[in-house]
């Protein structure tokens, strides 16, 4: 799956690796997390375009947003077929634009976060769809998933899953909703090759989304691998210098800007 994620580069290059007429400015993020806003690239009247929307799928027919599950990621191979997505993989399918993600690895009773990241620096142009949740009395929401599929025998090592990135060669292809059916972008949508990712363990510090600084990247010494009397990943952070963390929203997730 995909639940945090990282956009690091600057405004400006974003723009220019997608293309987007708009010129948002915006900080670097180390911890997005789901129900905050994110950045997001669509196609509009054949225009490609910078949108913010709230990372929580809510499909257009739902009525009450709190009788319905918080849909984070779509899987590859449902969404042609899942009512959810059914309709935004015809008319709404769109990228996140991001410089990696954290996933994390169950070893006995804990979990062990790790950042993996494009092995060329690149930034990833994650698949997602999207929809715009209309309220009883108007308000609309613009909502966004990451798609996710099958992770290969290398990632697995990691999730069984991992998000799925559109290849700068077919970007156009996946955000043309208005010539490319949903059956055809849907063969875009299989895990990252091979050798194009890499991987690090983290601190746990990544857990807690109040937390959002540079460090929260850096690579530590797995834990796994250290003799039993080693100082821990939390005493091993106590010891670098305190950063500036960004301040929180009232509820508790922080924002983009």
Same mark, same amino acid.
């Given at each position: 799956m995909?639940?945090?994620?990282?956009?690091?580069s600057?405004?400006?290059?974003?723009?220019?690796?997608?293309g987007?007429?708009?010129?948002?400015?915006? /900080? /670097?993020?180390y911890?997005?997390?789901?129900?905050?806003?994110?950045?997001?690239?669509?196609?509009?009247h054949g225009? &490609?375009?910078?949108?913010?929307m709230r990372?929580?799928?809510? /499909?257009?027919? !739902?009525?009450?947003?709190?009788?319905?599950?918080?849909?984070?990621?779509?899987?590859?191979?449902? !969404?042609?077929?899942?009512?959810a997505?059914?309709?935004?993989? &015809?008319?709404r &399918?769109?990228?996140v634009?991001? *410089?990696?993600?954290?996933?994390? $690895?169950?070893?006995?009773?804990?979990?062990?976060p790790?950042?993996?990241?494009?092995? *060329?620096?690149?930034?990833?142009?994650?698949?997602?769809?999207?929809?715009?949740?209309?309220?009883?009395?108007?308000?609309?929401?613009?909502?966004?998933a990451?798609?996710?599929?099958?992770?290969?025998?290398?990632?697995?090592?990691?999730h069984? &899953? !991992?998000?799925?990135?559109?290849?700068?060669?077919?970007?156009d292809?996946?955000?043309?909703?208005?010539t490319?059916?949903?059956?055809e972008?849907?063969?875009?949508?299989?895990? /990252?090759?091979?050798?194009?990712?890499?991987?690090?363990?983290?601190?746990?510090?990544v857990?807690?989304?109040?937390?959002?600084?540079?460090?929260?990247?850096?690579?530590i010494?797995?834990?796994?691998?250290?003799p039993q009397?080693?100082?821990s990943?939390? $005493?091993?952070?106590?010891t670098?210098?305190?950063?500036?963390?960004?301040?929180?929203?009232? *509820?508790?997730q922080?924002?983009?800007?």
């Amino acid at each position: 799956m995909c639940g945090r994620f990282v956009i690091t580069s600057a405004p400006e290059a974003i723009r220019l690796v997608f293309g987007y007429q708009e010129q948002p400015n915006f /900080p /670097p993020r180390y911890n997005v997390a789901p129900t905050q806003p994110i950045p997001v690239v669509l196609v509009d009247h054949g225009i &490609r375009q910078f949108q913010l929307m709230r990372w929580g799928l809510m /499909p257009s027919w !739902v009525k009450d947003p709190r009788q319905f599950a918080l849909l984070i990621n779509a899987r590859a191979e449902t !969404v042609l077929d899942k009512p959810a997505f059914r309709s935004a993989m &015809r008319r709404r &399918r769109c990228v996140v634009p991001a *410089d990696g993600y954290y996933e994390w $690895q169950r070893r006995g009773a804990r979990k062990q976060p790790f950042f993996i990241h494009p092995s *060329d620096g690149a930034p990833l142009a994650l698949a997602a769809l999207a929809e715009t949740w209309v309220g009883p009395h108007g308000e609309e929401v613009d909502t966004v998933a990451i798609i996710t599929a099958a992770a290969s025998a290398a990632m697995a090592v990691l999730h069984d &899953r !991992v998000p799925v990135t559109i290849a700068p060669g077919d970007l156009d292809r996946w955000l043309d909703c208005a010539t490319v059916s949903a059956e055809e972008a849907a063969e875009l949508l299989h895990a /990252p090759p091979d050798g194009t990712l890499l991987w690090h363990p983290v601190s746990t510090e990544v857990n807690n989304v109040g937390n959002d600084h540079a460090g929260l990247i850096e690579p530590i010494a797995d834990p796994a691998e250290l003799p039993q009397d080693a100082p821990s990943a939390k $005493q091993l952070s106590a010891t670098r210098p305190a950063r500036r963390r960004k301040r929180a929203a009232p *509820d508790g997730q922080g924002s983009l800007f």
